[in-house]
């Protein structure tokens, strides 16, 4: 049982509750009776979600840096240098803004607004009411989960910190100074958690404690310095002189400020260790059960019951079973056919071929330019197998993909993995939905079974695209999609049900998987990250029923290259709102 999973990279990572402070500050519209009350209305909704979208820029230096390319064309001339706030007093006021926005929205008159800004404020409500009913969870989320934490992904978003210019230089080392204070609140935070009876599991926190003493390890030679003299070097109007004094800066903050807080942070979880009162699934805690349910409901974007989508990934299972009992038993020799050979081999032919081959199934790029990096070996062990950047809304040219060598992937592995982080999964998706004009207010939310379930559903569609034999081609999507529902019904059985190791392994014998260590690293992961396999899964099973509703609803008006622009016009949003508002984004695609 290979451990095979994506991530797409998303930008408001720093584990800030959403816009934090300032809503409050955004004061409900008047109302207009006059005859131009939709036009008055209107106008009103776009200030009203600009002026969110604006603070919130102006409140956290990456979000900024990483959602727009020109802040100035937004009316931001300035900003603090920030990587936010993780303090008890910091959430409780973000829960009340919350409330603030939650109230403010209803005050709007929705059917004076136009279909997008009802699309909106449908998001917006959403949003609040899940958000609000997590206001007692505060100390059950977890900043430093062992792969997508913050102590892995803060590296790579400082080693692709774009210069345009001497500002941005200044700004990126201001962030550097910032690192020692928020690695600090961290450590009180996990401190706290472990007081509340809420710390990670020892082995959870192994991993952290590895993670942060291998980036630690020869603060000389750490990529951060090498990444920043290349980028700096690149800057046509920063003098020599300047640019001597930025890189002996940098090497001073990441020597003596950087690294130490990765030390610190590594040393705060050794003394930890042994406070956690659980190493099994979420339901074993106290309100365990229902934080999970929480984290299902906003990772995968789906309305249903936790035992709903355990049936539903059932039958899926059986039915993708089913399928390879078929195709083996008319095509044996399929059965011992190994690993298949594809002739195309390297990421950027890979690439290039799926913008055209997709068109079959999808309208072309809205942009289609990429750049593909590598993981820092530094960061192998600890980041997925591959992921992509997201592209600022105002210059979707700027799309990053980075793989992890370290995972060794290639072949027809390497090829739908590409598919899925590319054409026509994340960066695809990204940026035909910033074509399609989504308000900016929504690029501060993220929908994880969408945006997953998406680049999912396409991987499967991508073993058509790869030049193999029909039959094969789908024998190893249904054979994927049935390894997937595993770690699906997994994830499920261990924080919702309780399962125990032994539990998982029964279940995995069932379908003649006996490889012990590979069973511990499974349990291991789904123990420290509950629901992310879910964004994957349950998104994808989501989007083959919104399928069969489209095909249902449409009759002979559906195509799949119609559905698929609808579904990237409409953008990330949780389901049942993709739902409500599928016809109308269909029917004027």
């Not at 727009?68 to 931001?76: C, M, N, T, V």
């Not at 201001?174 to 204070?181: P, Q």
């Not at 099973?541 to 009759?555: C, I, Q, R, S, V």
């Amino acid at each position: 049982m290979k451990q095979t999973y994506k991530k797409h990279f998303r930008i408001r990572l720093l584990w800030l509750l959403f816009l934090c402070l300032f809503l409050s500050a955004c004061q409900p519209p008047s109302k207009s009776h006059s005859s131009s009350s939709f036009q008055t209305e209107q106008r009103s909704f776009d200030s009203y979600t600009d002026k969110l979208f604006i603070q919130e820029m102006q409140k956290n230096t990456i979000n900024l840096h990483y959602t727009l390319a020109r802040p100035e064309d937004f009316g931001i001339k300035s900003h603090k240098i920030s990587l936010g706030n993780l303090s008890r007093k910091t959430a409780e006021a973000s829960m009340a803004s919350i409330e603030n926005m939650n109230r403010t929205l209803l005050t709007f008159d929705r059917g004076a607004l136009n279909s997008r800004q009802q699309l909106t404020l449908d998001i917006l409500k959403d949003h609040c009411k899940k958000e609000l009913s997590a206001a007692s969870f505060y100390y059950y989320n977890e900043p430093l989960r062992p792969t997508t934490g913050i102590h892995s992904e803060l590296p790579v978003l400082l080693a692709e910190y774009a210069f345009e210019d001497s500002c941005d230089v200044t700004d990126y080392l201001a962030l550097l100074t910032c690192v020692e204070d928020y690695f600090e609140q961290i450590c009180q935070f996990e401190q706290e958690k472990a007081s509340a009876g809420l710390f990670m599991s020892d082995f959870a926190a192994d991993a952290v404690i590895d993670a942060c003493r291998k980036f630690s390890e020869n603060p000389k030679e750490n990529y951060l310095i090498d990444t920043f003299n290349a980028r700096i070097d690149g800057v046509s109007d920063i003098s020599e002189e300047k640019k001597s004094l930025y890189k002996r800066e940098n090497l001073s903050f990441v020597e003596n400020s950087l690294i130490p807080s990765y030390e610190k942070l590594a040393d705060t979880l050794v003394s930890l260790k042994g406070s956690g009162k659980n190493d099994a699934g979420l339901c074993h805690l106290p309100q365990g059960k229902e934080y999970y349910e929480y984290l299902v409901g906003i990772n995968t974007g789906s309305s249903k019951r936790i035992e709903q989508l355990q049936k539903e990934t059932e039958r899926q299972r059986g039915f993708d079973m089913a399928m390879l009992h078929k195709i083996l038993a008319s095509r044996p020799e399929l059965a011992s056919s190994g690993e298949p050979d594809i002739s195309l081999k390297e990421p950027t032919a890979i690439l290039e071929h799926l913008k055209t081959a997709m068109q079959t199934d999808f309208y072309p790029a809205a942009n289609s330019s990429y750049e593909l990096n590598y993981v820092h070996t530094s960061l192998e062990d600890t980041l997925a197998p591959a992921f992509y950047l997201t592209a600022p809304i105002d210059d979707i040219s700027r799309n990053v993909i980075y793989l992890n060598k370290g995972s060794q992937y290639n072949g027809i592995q390497l090829f739908t993995t590409l598919a899925h982080e590319g054409f026509p999964g994340h960066l695809y998706q990204t940026t035909g939905s910033c074509q399609a004009g989504l308000s900016p207010i929504r690029a501060l939310l993220g929908f994880p079974g969408y945006v997953e379930g998406w680049a999912t559903y396409v991987e499967m569609l991508s073993y058509r695209y790869a030049g193999l034999d029909e039959t094969l081609a789908d024998m190893l999507m249904y054979n994927q999609s049935a390894l997937l529902s595993l770690y699906a019904s997994i994830d499920m059985g261990i924080h919702y049900d309780g399962w125990s190791y032994s539990d998982m392994t029964s279940f995995l014998n069932g379908y003649g998987i006996t490889d012990s260590g590979a069973a511990r690293s499974i349990y291991e992961l789904i123990v420290e990250e509950p629901s992310h396999y879910l964004k994957y899964y349950i998104g994808y099973l989501e989007f083959l029923d919104l399928k069969d509703y489209a095909k249902e609803t449409l009759g002979e008006a559906y195509s799949d290259r119609d559905f698929h622009q609808a579904i990237i016009r409409i953008g990330p949003a949780p389901f049942s709102i993709l739902r409500q508002y599928l016809r109308t984004f269909y029917t004027s695609s």
